[in-house]
């Protein structure tokens, strides 16, 4: 027994991706569910919500099957289907079509997770790997499971089978669903955000966006994405074109709001009594300000907005607006007449988005950063002024298309008749936005690059007069014109090291040749005395001479010497003094 050693048997666990196999069903069973998971857990939030109003509410108008009703119908709405209202005074149904843009928020959300999650195998394990075959297994644990048609396929059709049941359950409402609508945008929706889900979870490869672009000229795709799968120049430009004017909108929205402060609480104190309804007043226009961020970037733009049929809101010109019920938001709408100043300012919103596209094309077509940072580098090529012309005018045309879908989302029908249009219309929001950018950013990219251009050019100039100024002369430090010659001790710590290092490659092939080279050109160094550079490595270091000589670029006598490489670093050896 003496001899016996005790060993202690462990049991392993099992890898990550049987134990994720095992937890959970991949392909298009487990799409299937992630699908209605999210298509659930959208109907719920919203049930919680009107369920939460409808019990503190004092007048109740129905019961709770009215008010889950309500929640299905809103849900529907929240996706971009219209709506259409069955109890109005004159018994004509009436289309209710202005969808909450921060509603769509949340069922975009839980699509695009929903794809990630069909396809994503998980995280690692939290245990230490004790082998090489467990490694592999831990890192194929994190990659996804099922191919990415499969798992789009599964979550796209868990979802509509949720979303039909349900709008199914809503048409017994007073807010029925339109069919013709709740059929293209909630498909729509889901195959959009789930599509995003699923190439996010495979590391968002650009070449699915590559074979859409592929519509596109050969010299326009690269501007809009890069070689590495990045967003190109012209799509950051238009997305940060876009994000001011929309900030621009939100702001003149709060601003006007703040100026009409006293108007704003009487609208709101008027809508309702109860604090539970001013609670529900406050929540619609909280979902509604991405709406009104919207409407005032195309006031800003110009076209402004209608509110209502035939009654257009603008910075030149307000119609009257039809008699409409008080709401907190319409207080921000300007007095019905001519524009005034205050009024034109609004313009200062598409003048700073035109600038912020121009000036980041610019950027782009002269970079500032160089390709290296030792000796020789070199700056990235500038762009020409036309390729510059293109990529401002294409970045003017993708923020154009964001404003005019926006536009388009952001309106909608609230009833019939006057109130049948509410909103920007979309084309003369996407003409007035291309009008301004093409005006504005395309000079504004094209002297940005000018002066650029010049800027870095006379930063390169002053360099080179400092290095001259510093080294001793306009060829920089370490370099000798033509019939320079060397004074006794004056070569320097740097060429040595040049030499020896120069020397050891060349002799690296049959062992220590490359060191006593090294130390050759060391002995010849400090023997060179007063003798001529030219002299000196033309009579060649040994056998080695050659390879030296060729490999620093030097030339016979009478032409210039350079030392090419090393010519950056300084002298620590300070020369002695020359003789008499």
């Known amino acids: 027994m003496a001899g016996v050693t005790e060993m202690t048997a462990r049991r392993r666990s099992p890898s990550p991706l049987l134990t994720r196999m095992r937890d959970r069903s991949p392909g298009l069973v487990g799409g299937l569910t992630d699908g209605a998971l999210a298509a659930g857990l959208g109907l719920a939030s ?8 409808w019990i503190l509410s004092p007048y109740p108008d129905s019961g709770p099957g009215g008010a ?5 119908a809103l849900w529907l709405l929240a996706h971009g289907a219209e709506l259409v209202r069955t109890d109005t005074l004159s018994g004509v149904p009436a289309p209710l079509g202005l969808p909450p843009l921060l509603l769509l928020a949340l069922p975009v959300w839980l699509l695009n997770r929903a794809g990630r999650d069909a396809t994503d195998g998980g995280g690692e394990d939290e245990d230490d790997y004790e082998s090489d075959h467990e490694r592999g297994l831990a890192v194929a644990a994190s990659r996804p499971l099922a191919s990415p048609r499969t798992a789009w396929t599964g979550v796209v059709l868990g979802y509509l089978a949720v979303a039909v049941p349900a709008a199914l359950y809503a048409a017994g409402g007073v807010l029925r669903p339109s069919w013709v609508w709740t059929g293209v945008c909630v498909p729509l929706v889901a195959v959009v955000a789930a599509g995003a889900g699923v190439w996010s979870a495979y590391g968002r490869p650009g070449r699915p966006l590559r074979r859409l672009l592929g519509v596109l000229p050969a010299g326009v795709r690269p501007l809009v994405l890069g070689p590495d799968g990045r967003p190109g120049v012209a799509a950051r430009a238009s997305a940060a074109g876009a994000a001011v004017l929309l900030g621009g909108g939100a702001l003149l929205v709060v601003g ?4 009409h402060g006293a ?3 009487a609208s709101l104190l008027r809508l309702t009594e109860g604090w539970s309804g001013r609670f529900a007043v406050l929540l619609l226009c909280v979902a509604l300000l991405p709406n009104a961020a919207v409407w005032g970037a195309a006031y800003a733009l110009g076209p402004g907005f209608a509110l209502g049929a035939g009654h257009a809101v603008g910075p030149l010109a307000s119609s009257p607006a039809p008699l409409l019920p008080p709401f907190p938001l319409l207080a921000a709408v300007p007095e019905a007449g001519r524009g005034a100043p205050v009024h034109w300012a609004a313009g200062a919103v598409p003048v700073v988005a035109a600038v912020v596209v121009g ?8 970079p500032a950063e160089r390709d290296g940072t030792g000796a020789g580098s070199t700056r990235a090529a500038f762009w020409s002024t036309g390729r510059t012309v293109r990529a401002a005018a294409l970045s003017s045309v993708l923020c154009a298309a964001v404003l005019a879908g926006l536009a388009g989302l952001s309106g909608g029908p609230l009833g019939a008749g006057v109130l049948s249009r509410f909103g920007p219309v979309w084309w003369q929001a996407a003409a007035a936005t291309l009008a301004w950018l093409v ?7 094209v002297g940005v690059r000018a002066w650029r251009c010049r800027s870095l050019r ?5 360099t080179g007069k400092r290095r001259e100024h510093t080294g001793g002369g306009p060829d920089g430090p370490g370099r000798l014109r033509k019939g320079t010659r060397l004074g006794r001790g004056r070569f320097t ?8 290092g120069v020397a050891g490659g060349a002799g690296g092939v049959d062992g220590t040749r490359g060191a006593g080279r090294a130390d050759h050109a060391r002995g010849a160094a400090s023997s060179a005395g007063d003798e001529d550079v030219e002299d000196f490595w033309g009579a060649g270091v040994g056998d080695g001479s050659r390879g030296i000589g060729a490999a620093y670029g030097l030339r016979d006598q009478g032409r210039e010497t350079d030392y090419g490489p090393y010519d950056f670093l300084p002298s620590d050896r300070p020369a002695p003094p020359e003789s008499a």
């Open 46 to 53: 919203f049930a919680v919500l009107v369920m939460l109003l």
């Open 458 to 462: 006379t930063e390169e100039a002053t």
């Open 493 to 500: 710590r740097t060429g040595v090291a040049g030499i020896a």
């Open 256 to 259: 006007s709001l703040a100026w």
């Open 439 to 445: 005006l504005l950013a395309i000079p504004t990219a």
């Open 68 to 72: 889950m009703r309500v929640a299905a």
């Open 359 to 366: 000036w980041t094309v610019a950027t782009a077509a002269v």
């Open 263 to 265: 108007a704003t609480q």
